[in-house]
């Protein structure tokens, strides 16, 4: 288990004042980055490898969103890893301790040389140790079931704001995209985010959206219909 104390940004704020989505998954993905650095297994270590744990799925459930200037604890924590896949689940916790946001995420380990999936060596996924998982109702499949009717919405064109350090389009960036489509009367409750293939440069993403068993669906294609992300969300059941 890896912790650290911070407080919202006023830079982080929707117009709700509210402590947008992309801003908290940004920093989930900040604390496991920083958890691997700490043990000396981070980016630099894996890339002398040729190798890297790259995205594949996000659920995460918004108790409450934090608010502007409030103080959190951030947390991550591996709970298993199973072949060339590793699960680590997320949180963040108000001044009282209580939880705030609650996520699962599934990574896979891939050699960068090859773009296959690997298993992790054991000096690898050693030093993170082994926690229990949260408490959490955990999603039965990381696949996100496509709406039979979507209706088409403007291209986007990947530019460079969107990269990352991999030079691919960053995780929360589809996020950050799909989230211009959802009309939520009440906030998000739960998210889930599908990954299957990497935007670059020059590519043109193609956004569809559609609705299906009360949940809104975001799916970023290339033109030919091959899938990038595929974003959902929910509201809160009475």
């Given amino acids: 288990m890896y912790q650290f ?8 704020m929707d117009e709700n004042g509210r402590m947008t989505i992309p801003a908290v998954m940004d920093l989930f993905q900040d604390c496991s980055d920083y958890q691997s650095e700490a043990l000396g ?5 894996l890339a002398g490898r040729h190798r890297a744990w790259m995205l594949s799925f996000w659920q995460v459930f918004f108790e409450r969103y934090p608010e502007n200037r409030e103080t959190f604890v951030a947390e991550t924590r591996p709970w298993k890893f199973e072949h060339f896949l590793g699960y680590r689940n ?4 108000d001044a009282a301790g209580k939880p705030m946001v609650k996520a699962n995420s599934l990574w896979t380990m891939l050699d960068t040389q090859r773009m ?14 082994m926690d229990e998982p949260l408490e959490m ?3 039965d499949t990381r696949k996100i ?18 990269l990352d350090m991999n030079h691919h389009v960053n995780n929360v960036q589809y996020i950050q995209m799909a989230a211009e489509y959802f009309s939520m009367e009440k906030p998000v409750y739960e998210l889930r985010a599908e990954y299957r293939t990497a935007a670059l440069p020059g ?4 956004p569809r959206m559609g609705e299906k068993d009360g949940w809104q669906v975001v799916s970023l294609e290339k033109e ?15």
């Fill in 90 to 93: 997320f949180a963040l916790y």
């Fill in 224 to 238: 030919d219909g091959t899938i990038f992300a595929v974003v959902a969300v929910r509201g809160k059941e009475e």
């Fill in 137 to 139: 109702t955990y999603a």
């Fill in 203 to 206: 590519d043109t993403i193609f």
């Fill in 145 to 162: 079931s496509l709406p039979e009717q979507m209706a088409e919405k403007d291209p986007v064109p990947v530019r460079r704001a969107h």
């Fill in 116 to 129: 296959r999936p690997v298993r992790p060596a054991e000096d690898e996924k050693s030093p993170y140790g």
């Fill in 41 to 45: 297994i981070g980016q630099e270590f």
């Fill in 5 to 12: 104390s911070d407080r919202v940004r006023y830079s982080e």
